[in-house]
């Protein structure tokens, strides 16, 4: 798949009667019309995976799931791989986590500080995670319209749109992603919300190294694979040079015109391909309840792209 043909934005209609694959965004996003996730078939996940392939995140709306439906197709599209550190599974389905900002008798029923910082998920894993898959419960609101939207970037297209010295510069060269830099990063600008990891839980995330440009699994092209919330240092180079490059590059990610932010529905169940993509969650809602069941799928450890792949 070539980058024009990945960033086409024009209608599509499945080969599968009463389905078609709607784009929402100038670079990334779509909506996946007429698939039930009930009682999916397996055109319905070929479907699916062909669509995050060329769109990055799609949405399938309006569904009235169960935990088992969510569980069932996630395993459709890979084998299922649970978050690390994670205390908030919904009961008798260790699988699916819960985000929310929700308490009860005082005590949260969620995480409530998911996504505060641009990234993709698992980074810090030496397999990260591939598709993520988010269901809405319950959706924040103001003034009558949804709140609390989550952003995705296009790191393929950012990738594409870099200066030509910098693509070069880049191909090759590694990074450190680290989960307890991220907790760092998030206590010093003070979004942290959950208790520090004891010593062994310390021990079961080692700080990995992945490439700094990634091939992407799929289509083959290549991702930057450098994020705000995981990522602490570009190998090889001083502090001070890992520093000005990181913040070029985020800056650089995070321009609107490779964005497409999704506004929330109940019922929407949201998939993404996190090879292709950042997110970020946006916290404009405060105390309004919202309530989101998460899965994720396992990867593959990140392959480097180099210029014949």
Same mark, same amino acid.
């Given at each position: 798949?070539?980058?024009? &043909? ?14 078609? #694959?709607?784009?929402?965004? $100038? #670079? ?19 479907? =699916? ?8 995140? #799609?949405?399938?709306?309006? %569904? ?5 439906? %969510? *569980?069932?197709?996630? $395993? ?36 409530? /500080?998911?996504?505060? @910082?641009?990234?993709? /998920?698992?980074? +810090? ?25 989550? &952003?995705?970037?296009? *790191?393929?297209?950012? +990738?594409?749109?870099? !200066? ?8 090759? @060269?590694?990074?450190?992603?680290? +989960? ?5 990063? $998030?206590?010093?600008?003070? %979004?942290?919300?959950?208790? !520090? ?7 079961? #995330?080692? /700080?990995?190294?992945?490439?700094? *440009? ?11 694979? =450098? ?40 019922? /929407? ?7 292709? =993509? %950042?997110?970020?969650?946006? +916290?404009?809602?405060?105390?309004? !309840?919202?309530? @989101? ?7 593959? &450890?990140?392959? &480097? ?5």
């Amino acid at each position: 798949m070539t980058p024009t &043909a990945l960033f086409s934005t024009s209608h599509h209609t499945s080969k599968k009667s009463g389905v078609s #694959v709607n784009p929402l965004g $100038k #670079v990334i996003g779509a909506e996946i019309l007429g698939i039930d996730l009930c009682n999916p078939s397996v055109e319905d996940f070929e479907i =699916v995976r062909t669509a995050l392939n060329q769109f990055g995140v #799609v949405v399938i709306r309006d %569904q009235d799931i169960q935990p088992q439906d %969510q *569980v069932r197709f996630a $395993k459709g599209l890979g084998p299922l791989q649970p978050l690390f550190y994670n205390r908030f599974t919904l009961p008798n389905h260790p699988e699916i986590t819960i985000v929310s900002n929700i308490r009860e008798n005082g005590e949260p029923i969620g995480i409530e /500080d998911a996504g505060m @910082m641009w990234h993709t /998920d698992a980074s +810090f894993n030496r397999c990260p995670d591939m598709y993520s898959l988010l269901y809405s419960i319950q959706v924040p609101h103001k003034d009558g319209m949804p709140i609390g939207d989550t &952003a995705f970037t296009s *790191v393929i297209r950012a +990738f594409h749109d870099l !200066p030509e010295e910098i693509r070069k510069k880049l191909i090759g @060269m590694t990074s450190t992603h680290s +989960f307890l830099h991220h907790l760092e990063k $998030k206590r010093s600008k003070g %979004q942290l919300k959950r208790p !520090p990891l004891t010593p062994e839980q310390q021990s079961q #995330v080692p /700080d990995v190294q992945h490439p700094v *440009v990634r091939r992407h699994p799929n289509t083959g092209l290549p991702c930057l694979f =450098v994020s705000e919330g995981h990522t602490s240092k570009i190998d090889g180079l001083t502090n001070e040079e890992s520093n000005e490059l990181l913040e070029y590059l985020w800056e650089h990610l995070q321009q609107p015109n490779y964005q497409y932010r999704h506004k929330w529905r109940k019922g /929407d169940l949201l998939i993404w391909d996190n090879p292709a =993509v %950042q997110h970020l969650a946006i +916290f404009d809602y405060g105390l309004e !309840p919202r309530r @989101m069941h998460r899965l994720g799928t396992a990867g593959l &450890a990140p392959q &480097a792209w180099v210029e014949s792949s």
